[in-house]
């Protein structure tokens, strides 16, 4: 027992730093293993989970690997990245976002920018293409661009829903101090182009990452090809991979695998779900409409 309490007072001096100081998602998870009063005794099963949200976040930004929920993932970072703005890079320290960088299996890495709401400067969608730039330059150097996926996420604030964006940029390749003949230096991105991918209430950006990883891995030069709404108010969205086609959708009823399909097989996933639209819409007929018209109109 005096073990446990002690365990307890260790937790409460953390959480009360953790928000300030580490990540809002660490301090949310930590309050989730402290005890209440209906139930005097720490959950040891948050408080597992605890740990590992402890070493990814604040022993250190970089670890080996990290099973949440059953998702295995190489995190390679999290937690705030502060970027320059031109002749206002004395004042970096004011500028800054969230920063998850995960690798999966296939070497793809997956970068997040997350709006955070200390931050004074322009939004990261007005800046996302220097932030890019830097983050390459920090922490992707040497990484093939088609094996880099740009997500936004903005968290949910003020009635408004939680969501992520895909983002693609073009970029160019610029010579980096200290290379020589052969070598590629840095890139540059420029021209970025957003497309929503998800949206929700509630949104945990590794989570998502981990449940969405056949999609994300997926996702360079991806193309929305169609969303519609449900019934029930959630958004369905069509999207081309580099092989397959894949539907995302906050509607956790409807029970979507996280798995690519051929055209075929596609029709037949949302000939199952026709329930969910109800019989106004041919979610399988516009799927072909629109399959068509990408053909035609994008080269898919």
Request: glycine share 8%; hydrophobic share 40%; with cysteine.
């Amino acid at each position: 027992m005096r073990n446990r309490l002690v365990l307890v007072q260790l937790l409460k001096l953390f959480l009360r730093y953790a928000y300030f100081i580490f990540h809002e998602d660490a301090a949310t998870r930590i309050a989730k293993a402290l005890p209440s009063e209906s139930d005097p005794l720490p959950n040891f099963a948050n408080v597992l989970e605890c740990s590992i949200w402890y070493n990814r976040i604040c022993l250190s930004p970089r670890i080996s690997t990290e099973l949440i929920g059953g998702w295995q993932m190489k995190v390679n970072y999290s937690g705030v990245f502060h970027y320059k703005m031109g002749h206002f890079a004395s004042k970096e320290s004011t500028f800054f976002c969230g920063l998850d960088i995960v690798e999966y299996a296939n070497e793809v890495r997956c970068v997040v920018l997350t709006e955070r709401s200390e931050n004074n400067a322009l939004s990261i969608t007005n800046v996302c293409d220097r932030i890019a730039s830097q983050i390459y330059a920090d922490h992707l150097s040497g990484v093939s661009e088609n094996k880099i996926v740009w997500l936004e996420h903005y968290p949910a604030i003020r009635g408004n829903k939680a969501h992520i964006d895909l983002v693609q940029f073009d970029f160019e390749v610029v010579p980096s101090e200290g290379t020589g003949p052969g070598t590629s230096g840095t890139l540059r991105f420029y021209h970025p182009r957003w497309y929503r991918l998800y949206e929700a209430r509630h949104l945990d950006r590794i989570e998502f990452l981990g449940k969405h990883a056949n999609l994300i891995q997926n996702l360079y030069r991806a193309q929305v090809i169609f969303e519609i709404e449900d019934k029930d108010g959630h958004c369905w969205r069509l999207v081309t991979g580099k092989e397959k086609l894949f539907v995302i959708t906050s509607n956790l009823e409807a029970g979507i695998p996280d798995e690519g399909f051929d055209a075929k097989g596609m029709s037949e996933l949302l000939g199952r779900k026709k329930k969910f639209f109800g019989d106004q819409v041919d979610i399988e007929q516009r799927f072909v409409d629109e399959l068509v018209k990408g053909f035609l109109n994008k080269g898919l």
